[in-house]
Nanobody, 118 residues
Framework: QVQLVESGGGLVQPGGSLRLSCAAS????????MGWYRQAPGKQRELVAVISSTDSTSYANSVKGRFTIARDNAQSTVYLQMNNLKPEDTAVYYCNFKRVGTGGYDYWGQGTQVTVSS
């Protein structure tokens, strides 16, 4: 199994910043992809940003230039730096770990609320 512990959500004014963290433990074997998805009320869960075990990154168009995903050297913690936040960024943010390849597996964190409001 993989355990994912998220932190860093909260309430911020438009234009502000937040940093989300996701600490992974357990079967965090490579190759894998870790990252963040979000789900706003009444909407489907969508990809925000992901980073692979080879440090390849991918972002949703809506967050490019504002959000940055990074990981620590041990590859066990992933960070999402969110700048210039907008009200439409309000959502529950979920951390995801995906072991890719034959016999792959997929785990989700419990989610952390991000609210952007004045």
């Amino acid at each position: 199994q993989v355990q994912l512990v998220e932190s860093g959500g909260g309430l911020v004014q438009p234009g502000g910043s937040l940093r989300l963290s996701c600490a992974a433990s357990g079967r965090i074997f490579s190759p894998h992809v870790m990252g963040w998805y979000r789900q706003a009320p009444g909407k489907q869960r969508e990809l925000v940003a992901v980073i692979s075990s080879t440090d390849s990154t991918s972002y949703a168009n809506s967050v490019k230039g504002r959000f940055t995903i990074a990981r620590d050297n041990a590859q066990s913690t992933v960070y999402l730096q969110m700048n210039n936040l907008k009200p439409e960024d309000t959502a529950v943010y979920y951390c995801n770990f995906k072991r890719v390849g034959t016999g792959g597996y997929d785990y989700w964190g419990q989610g952390t609320q991000v609210t952007v409001s004045s």
